[in-house]
């Protein structure tokens, strides 16, 4: 358990309630009006939010919600959080805490309640512990094998690595051998498997009868983290891959020492970004651009260098549960960075010479959309209703607040893709029976479902018959 103490209070400074309890009231008391007085100083001098104080033996966090402030206090022992793990901590408490707190009345709020909300908030603390590391995959399992393609069935050869998920896996990687968009290139696959209670990604290669597989097992626990990081964790096995060495137990030794490098959005003071210049400048074409953020397609943004800075910028707010490479902008006469940033980047910003070079010599990307702020015009033949209904209706609120709020759904999102992909263990039929039982049942309306469905076959292409 993180050694962490946890206190609700008002933007006034009252405090509501403290985990654990304060031995001494009265200095806590104290403490918590220091606290938020030096809070408000923050804000009416340097005209910013105070986001820590270090001490020499801890870190002092601090939360706005509505009319409160949650303070996150982290001691420094062996085992201390990172900055970058204190920094994802906050990310997390402030999703799970927000809903808690919307719409209370502060002046209604007893101490009671206060302590509740808190104790919900330790209960979040401790299931962090999977995702909130420095190297969220450490205690993956590994396992390695050869899957022969009989004419009749299937046998496991070579078997390195124990667990009842791999005869799973190897039933559903039987279909490779007649997918032939899998063929002899690595693969990259992602599978939920509810009833083993964990998460597997899978790397192959398969030449006609022989299918090498690569197997991480991980706990469930860490399928959010799995999903945002699995663009990162492919392009780092595009980069091991080695054809004439295939050494997928060293690739999968890579993936496990992988360090999680936040969401981008984390690197920002939130008050830096600005979602009414993204609704303000895009207008009618922010649902196409937000539409490709969710779904991790390229984005090219073309205009002059200050304003394409604030569109990408602001747009990681839409992104949150992708890690999604971003070259904010590529210099007229670095091709370097031009090729660098077709072949490796999925939000990339640029003039309109760049672009045109771009155009000319066909470097366009599949499913990549042109947002060019010079002409006005968005390329793109996608949109998303669901996402931008919802930023519709919290565009007015703060920015941390519209994070959070577009956090949560984009989570759900994420987690909708997850269950997906445990539909490719059951056999063509029976997934599609599970993908339409999965719509019928679901709170969200079939658009946010199909969005779930075209993000589970990016992470898992022998899903592609459920389209």
Request: a negative charge.
């Amino acid at each position: 358990m993180f050694n962490i103490k946890i206190s609700l209070v008002t933007s006034s400074g009252l405090l509501l309630a403290s985990k654990p309890e304060s031995v001494d009231d009265t200095q806590q008391i104290l403490a918590t009006e220091l606290m938020t007085a030096l809070i408000s100083f923050s804000k009416e001098v340097h005209h910013r939010e105070l986001q820590s104080i270090s001490y020499h033996d801890r870190t002092i966090s601090f939360i706005r919600l509505f009319d409160f402030v949650i303070i996150i206090e982290t001691l420094a022992e062996d085992d201390a959080l990172s900055e970058k793990q204190i920094s994802q901590l906050l990310e997390h408490l402030q999703k799970c805490i927000s809903p808690l707190l919307e719409n209370v009345d502060v002046d209604t709020l007893t101490e009671g309640q206060a302590e509740l909300i808190l104790e919900s908030s330790l209960q979040e603390i401790s299931q962090l512990q999977y995702s909130i590391t420095e190297k969220p995959f450490a205690a993956g399992e590994k396992a390695t094998f050869k899957l022969n393609h009989l004419s009749k069935g299937w046998e496991i050869l070579d078997k390195e690595g124990e667990g009842s998920h791999i005869p799973i896996i190897a039933l559903m990687l039987e279909t490779l051998k007649v997918n032939k968009t899998m063929q002899n290139g690595i693969s990259c696959i992602v599978n939920q498997i509810p009833n083993e209670n964990c998460s597997t990604f899978t790397i192959t290669i398969t030449e006609y009868k022989i299918t090498e597989v690569g197997i991480l097992k991980l706990p469930i626990k860490s399928d959010l983290t799995l999903f945002r990081l699995f663009p990162l964790m492919k392009k780092n096995i595009e980069r091991l891959y080695d054809e004439d060495e295939r050494n997928f137990d060293y690739i999968l030794t890579s993936l496990m020492d992988i360090e999680d490098p936040g969401s981008r959005i984390s690197k920002f003071n939130l008050e830096d970004l600005s979602p009414s210049f993204l609704d303000k400048t895009l207008g009618k074409n922010l649902d196409k651009v937000i539409y490709s953020t969710i779904v991790g397609d390229g984005i090219l943004v073309v205009g002059d260098k200050p304003t394409v800075r604030l569109i990408i910028d602001a747009l990681s707010i839409m992104n949150q549960h992708l890690h999604t490479t971003v070259n904010v902008w590529i210099s007229p006469t670095d091709l370097t960075s031009e090729e660098k940033c077709m072949l490796e980047t999925r939000i990339c910003g640029m003039n309109s010479q760049i672009y045109d070079r771009i155009k000319e010599n066909e470097k366009l990307l599949e499913n990549m959309i042109i947002v060019n702020l010079d002409t006005g015009k968005v390329i793109a033949t996608k949109s998303s209703i669901y996402f931008k209904k919802l930023f519709d209706t919290v565009k007015k609120l703060k920015v941390d607040e519209i994070s959070t709020k577009m956090s949560q759904e984009l989570d759900k999102l994420a987690l909708a893709a997850l269950t997906i992909t445990s539909f490719g263990l059951i056999g063509k039929n029976k997934g599609k029976e599970k993908l339409k039982a999965f719509i019928s049942s679901s709170e969200y309306p079939a658009s946010f479902i199909k969005k779930a469905l075209e993000l589970a076959i990016k992470m898992n292409p022998l899903l592609d018959y459920l389209q």
